[in-house]
């Protein structure tokens, strides 16, 4: 909470707070009321040291945690701004990456069971257009740029009742409300470059979602 | 091959890394989580280039963006542990990884820094932006998405409570300082 204190010799002028004590030390009042404040505080000594103590605080803390700007920076920060835009990531790489800095791991066995008992839900539950063409590596979601797995994530964490689309510039992703959520996975279909498929989210007991996505051939 | 450098951008981000981690650290409380934010933050900001706007302060751009990151993050987290403590067994219930990495980390820290560190994440991140980074009120107001007063209010509380954190440290200091002398 914010103390006040009304200056001893300025009845008639604003009671000088906190707020303004530390915008006063700080050299950020405006010039009417940094007058009204040093008035106030050359007539008060316990706000003359209440400031004092501000500006102490301020000159510790002045280049504190420089440990954090001397240090390397870790090299996986140097290469994820490295990389670049680029417009054409691996899924797995990306979302690998994403997933391992949010705590959003693929591949985990008690996922992958849930995943294996729901891609017949799936099937039959999610209406999906022809795929057209699957990369060598038969991951059909090899495209997908990081903007899009950003905004795949971001619809996971809302409304598991709703359906939501989002999409960019060449891409799209719709997701699924309903049946599926019973069972804490989403479905989600995403388009890209035209081409159609679709993938699976299931919330892990330790929080987080993983995410599949399977390959078309298989739906 | 290696990545190079591609263009101005991406050099500035490069420029920029040491001080979103400090930002970062004072959001999160952790290293570890620090560094996975300001990882994040580049990616969104280096998808979201086009909508930077040249003459606008860069650092100002990428730390709003990690600020909503992380708003988004403690969000999900919170939502995730009210559905926990709904429906898991208290068998999956454990001590947290961040808790260790945040022990580790602060054998790491100076005095000053363990008093920063040990301030609530409203007041650390205020702080941090304006008395350790150097920015104006205003700047940290628009990255945190605050009233200028709400700044004024946070950064007040956080630097008594860091004066009373240094002085008894040093209460501290002097007290063993007297014993070893006895």
Same mark, same amino acid.
């Given at each position: 909470?914010?103390?006040?204190?009304?200056?001893?010799?300025?009845?008639?002028?604003?009671?000088?707070?906190?707020?303004?004590?530390?915008?006063?030390?700080?050299?950020?009042?405006?010039?009417?009321?940094?007058?009204?404040?040093?008035?106030?505080?050359?007539?008060?000594?316990?706000?003359?040291?209440?400031?004092?103590?501000?500006?102490?605080?301020?000159?510790?803390?002045?280049?504190?945690?420089?440990?954090?700007?001397?240090?390397?920076?870790?090299?996986? +920060?140097?290469?994820?701004?490295?990389?670049?835009?680029?417009?054409?990531?691996?899924?797995?790489?990306?979302?690998?990456?994403?997933?391992?800095?949010?705590?959003?791991?693929?591949?985990?066995?008690?996922?992958?069971?849930?995943?294996?008992?729901?891609?017949?839900?799936?099937?039959?539950?999610?209406?999906?257009?022809?795929?057209?063409?699957?990369?060598?590596?038969?991951?059909?979601?090899?495209?997908?740029?990081?903007?899009?797995?950003?905004?795949?994530?971001?619809?996971?964490?809302?409304?598991?009742?709703?359906?939501?689309?989002?999409?960019?510039?060449?891409?799209?992703?719709?997701?699924?409300?309903?049946? +599926?959520?019973?069972?804490?996975?989403?479905?989600?279909?995403?388009?890209?470059?035209?081409?159609?498929?679709?993938?699976?989210?299931?919330?892990?007991?330790?929080?987080?979602?993983?995410?599949?996505?399977?390959?078309?051939?298989?739906? | 091959?290696?990545?190079?450098?591609? *263009?101005? #951008?991406?050099?500035?981000?490069?420029?920029?890394?040491?001080?979103?981690?400090? #930002?970062?650290?004072?959001?999160?409380?952790?290293?570890?989580?620090? *560094? *996975?934010?300001?990882?994040?933050?580049?990616?969104?900001?280096?998808?979201?280039?086009?909508?930077?706007?040249?003459?606008?302060?860069?650092?100002?751009?990428? #730390?709003?963006?990690?600020?909503?990151?992380?708003?988004?993050?403690?969000?999900?987290?919170?939502?995730?542990?009210?559905?926990?403590?709904?429906?898991?067994?208290?068998?999956?219930?454990?001590?947290?990884?961040?808790?260790?990495?945040?022990?580790? *980390?602060?054998?790491?820290?100076?005095?000053?820094?363990?008093?920063?560190?040990?301030?609530?994440?409203?007041?650390?991140?205020?702080?941090?932006?304006?008395?350790?980074?150097?920015?104006?009120?205003?700047?940290?107001?628009?990255?945190?998405?605050?009233?200028?007063?709400?700044?004024?209010?946070?950064?007040?509380?956080?630097?008594?409570?860091?004066?009373?954190?240094?002085?008894?440290?040093?209460?501290?200091?002097?007290?063993?300082?007297?014993?070893?002398?006895?």
């Amino acid at each position: 909470m914010t103390e006040k204190a009304t200056p001893a010799d300025h009845h008639d002028a604003p009671a000088v707070d906190d707020r303004d004590l530390v915008a006063y030390v700080d050299g950020e009042l405006p010039e009417p009321a940094r007058e009204r404040v040093a008035a106030a505080i050359a007539g008060d000594a316990g706000l003359a040291r209440r400031a004092e103590r501000m500006l102490t605080a301020r000159d510790a803390a002045t280049g504190g945690l420089a440990g954090v700007l001397s240090a390397t920076v870790p090299d996986r +920060l140097r290469q994820a701004v490295l990389a670049g835009p680029s417009p054409r990531p691996t899924w797995r790489q990306a979302l690998d990456d994403l997933t391992r800095s949010w705590g959003w791991r693929l591949g985990a066995p008690a996922g992958a069971l849930v995943v294996g008992a729901l891609v017949a839900v799936l099937a039959i539950s999610v209406p999906l257009r022809s795929p057209s063409y699957l990369p060598a590596s038969g991951d059909p979601a090899t495209a997908l740029p990081p903007e899009a797995q950003l905004a795949l994530m971001d619809l996971l964490a809302g409304d598991a009742s709703a359906a939501a689309q989002v999409s960019g510039d060449g891409w799209a992703i719709d997701i699924t409300p309903g049946a +599926l959520a019973a069972f804490e996975c989403r479905a989600f279909l995403y388009r890209l470059d035209g081409a159609s498929n679709a993938g699976l989210a299931c919330r892990s007991p330790a929080g987080g979602w993983r995410v599949t996505t399977m390959p078309s051939g298989g739906l | 091959m290696p990545p190079s450098v591609e *263009d101005g #951008f991406q050099r500035a981000l490069l420029g920029l890394l040491p001080r979103l981690r400090r #930002f970062a650290l004072s959001l999160t409380g952790n290293m570890a989580e620090a *560094d *996975d934010l300001t990882q994040a933050a580049c990616l969104r900001a280096l998808e979201r280039r086009r909508r930077y706007r040249d003459g606008t302060r860069l650092d100002s751009w990428l #730390f709003r963006i990690a600020q909503n990151l992380w708003i988004d993050e403690r969000r999900r987290h919170r939502r995730r542990r009210e559905q926990s403590i709904d429906s898991a067994p208290l068998s999956h219930v454990s001590t947290p990884a961040w808790a260790e990495t945040q022990a580790e *980390d602060r054998l790491m820290l100076s005095a000053v820094d363990r008093a920063i560190m040990d301030l609530p994440e409203e007041q650390r991140a205020v702080l941090v932006l304006t008395t350790v980074d150097g920015l104006a009120y205003r700047e940290a107001a628009a990255i945190l998405g605050l009233p200028i007063g709400t700044v004024m209010s946070r950064l007040a509380r956080a630097r008594l409570a860091l004066a009373d954190a240094l002085e008894t440290a040093s209460a501290k200091g002097a007290r063993k300082v007297g014993e070893t002398t006895r």
